[in-house]
């Protein structure tokens, strides 16, 4: 919130959340709404084409939203597994994006996790079953060991995340570059996005 409320900030794409924004009609029309080809991370592919088109957002400090999650594990577990699903159309749809989201970071993480991550997912391929009887492993590791949880929702959701991955890898034509690529990089995910389509024109400010 400090580096996006500083006087000097400049709004980057994919940073743009849509649970409280505002925008003339015009401009939204003119841009072009959200994408319906995307079921998750749809506002910042619009972010992506608002920073294309050179409009400015600014952040009004004062606009607060409070945002309800009323999943429970097994829901989240799903809602990441579809994140990890459409990481793989948005980075082909947009591959200047690829250093700068989650999918990038495949081999980030300790060589012994990794080696037992794909063997669950490679476990989720071959039983249909395993992502749901683990998030009731999970659920069971809520009651039993309430102070370690982080690690494990941490370590779960990661799966989770890879399982969307290598779900939509297999679905997906076109994909081995991507997926070559995904497994080869080395490099730590980057935080500061500039657009990489072409160079934005002047920024239209919207009031």
Known sequence: MVRLSSPDYRFQGLEFYSGNFSIRGDVLRETGSFNTKYSVSEDSELGLR?????????????????????????????????????????????????????ICVYNIGSLKWRLFRNGLVWMSGIFPQFPALVARLVKRLEKIAPGRMNRYYSLSLDYYFWLGVSTALKQMKDSNELESKMKSHREPRCNDFISTFKPAPEPERVL
Do not use: C, H, W
């Not at 999650?69 to 159309?89: L, N, Q, T």
């Open 50 to 102: 608002m920073t294309n088109a050179g409009i400015e957002v600014v952040l009004e400090s004062g606009a607060a939203a409070m945002q309800y999650i009323e999943k429970d594990f097994p829901g989240f577990a799903e809602y990441i597994i579809e994140r990890g699903k459409i990481s793989v159309p948005y980075t082909l749809d947009y591959p200047g994006t690829f250093p700068y989201r989650r």
